[in-house]
């Protein structure tokens, strides 16, 4: 079931817990969830300047729950790390295989990176047969831990135009949070965003670099709700 989707162009500014908005071109196809609201825009854009910024100003500056705001929950820490663990037991032998990485973030984020070997085909945003079983995992785990927001993030290597790989990381990052809904997590949790070839993690110029800098994200942040039901 496929879900619509808004386009936005926006880049968040964020500092010691203030959100800004400012508009950015190089954003313009970024869309995201129609029932998010505000607060994925605004995790996106401090996951973007933590990404960018390892100082950890962006993201420790960001208000992580509701769109006005608000601090997290005394459980907030001990629920994302039932989730985590949950994550890395069921995930076991994709991370033995270096399919998927889980990382935990400032702010309680869970970060889980998808190699493009795994899930998709080169130049395709179609999801390989191989990638569904992990999905399914991931899905099952995120349906039980509602109290969350998902923001999955798109990467390719430089091979081809800016605006194509701009245009293909949003798709593959359309087509996991597509494989999610269908498989049960709700359509106003989630939210999407392609980066095309503007975040490298490694080398560009050598085969292997350019393997490791395709690749998904999913974020998965909690609200202010978290831990407390």
């Known amino acids: 079931m496929k879900r619509k989707l808004l386009k936005i162009n926006v880049a968040l500014c964020l500092v010691v817990g203030l959100v800004g908005c400012a508009t950015n071109p190089t954003h313009e196809n970024t869309k995201k969830g129609a029932g998010i609201g505000v607060l994925v825009g605004a995790v996106s854009g401090a996951i973007i300047g933590y990404q960018n910024d390892h100082s950890g100003g962006a993201?420790?500056?960001a208000l992580i729950g509701g769109a006005a705001g608000g601090a997290l929950g005394a459980g907030a820490g001990?629920?994302?790390d039932k989730q985590q663990t949950e994550f890395e037991q069921q995930l076991a032998d994709e991370r033995a295989q270096h399919q998927i990485e889980i990382e935990r973030q400032q702010n309680e984020i869970l970060k889980l990176t998808m190699?493009?070997?795994?899930?998709?085909?080169?130049?395709?945003?179609h999801i390989k047969s191989t990638f569904q079983s992990p999905l399914n995992k991931i899905a099952d785990i995120m349906s039980r831990y509602p109290q969350t927001q998902i923001v999955v993030i798109g990467h390719t290597d430089n091979v081809g135009s800016d605006q194509y790989n701009l245009d293909l990381s949003l798709r593959r990052a359309n087509s996991v949070a597509d494989y999610l809904i269908m498989r049960g997590v709700a359509t106003s949790r989630m939210g999407t965003e392609g980066r095309g070839e503007m975040?490298?993690?490694?080398n560009n110029d050598i085969v292997t670099g350019?393997?490791?800098n395709r690749r998904v994200e999913i974020f998965v942040v909690p609200d202010k709700n978290a831990g407390q039901y």
């Open 115 to 125: 190699s493009s070997e795994v899930s998709f085909d080169f130049n395709s945003a």
């Open 59 to 61: 993201l420790r500056g």
């Open 78 to 80: 001990a629920y994302m």
């Open 199 to 202: 975040e490298p993690i490694a």
């Open 210 to 212: 350019r393997a490791q």
